[in-house]
């Protein structure tokens, strides 16, 4: 998060667009991908996972923890950062992130795992 971000900062900075425009597309890219596992191993608690046969039942009951507000935020992530891991009409272009807020949506998503991680379960299902 932190150095590939302070390089694509420093090449928009210095006017090296292309170099900042490929890194920023990296980034949003291995984002999305983030985002996507945060939701199999945190919101869903590893309960099922992609190319995994065994559905973990025990963890089941971590489940109730879940708010809207969680799934709101992972959706909006999504949503946003999609466009960067899957093909795109070439007359509606993905437009890029600027770099700070693309470091406020990682931040948020880091800040959102921690919390979430600390949440009981036995908190919200009461």
Known sequence: MNQR??????ASENGEFEHAEIL????????????????????LCGVVQRFQRPVHTLKLKDLAKLKDADCNLLDSLMTKYSGFEHSQPAESPVELPKPDELLGDMTSLKNWREEYAKRPASAVAG
């Open 24 to 43: 920023l597309k990296s980034i949003c890219s291995d984002f999305r991908t983030l985002v996507e596992r945060s939701i199999e191993n945190d919101l």
């Open 5 to 10: 971000y302070q390089d694509a900062k420093k």
